[in-house]
């Protein structure tokens, strides 16, 4: 399971938007993946708490109230789902309460 969350990790890292991501200095993105990721345990759920990471650290100037809430939705909720079937059910119940 370490090996696995090790690899997660991993792609996360290696993808374009993260790269992006360690060009700027943005402690509170960075503080975020790591306690998000950290219990990730599939590969769906690291790139929907990457994503939320993203829109709460790099982009929260630019979103809505609901916006944001979703995405702090998002973060509590997904973190140690394994089921992808799973995930999708949660990120619909988190738009469902903020009306997106």
């Known amino acids: 399971m370490r090996n696995l969350a ?3 990790l991993s792609i996360t890292l290696a993808s374009p938007l ?3 991501a360690l060009g700027t200095d943005n402690p509170d ?5 790591l306690q998000s990721l950290r219990n990730s345990q599939s590969s769906m759920a690291a ?3 990457r994503r939320s990471c993203e829109a709460l650290y790099r982009n929260g100037e630019q979103l809505l109230p609901r916006e944001k ?3 702090v939705c ?3 909720n997904v973190q140690n ?3 992808e079937f799973a995930v999708q059910q949660i990120l619909r119940a988190c738009q469902r309460q903020n009306q997106m």
Do not use: E, F, P
């Not at 993105?29 to 993946?33: E, K, P, V």
């Open 81 to 83: 789902v394994r089921d």
């Open 18 to 20: 993260s790269a992006l």
């Open 47 to 49: 790139g929907v708490i």
């Open 6 to 8: 090790y690899l997660l």
């Open 74 to 76: 998002v973060l509590q």
């Open 69 to 71: 809430s979703y995405h």
């Open 29 to 33: 993105y960075d503080q975020c993946i």
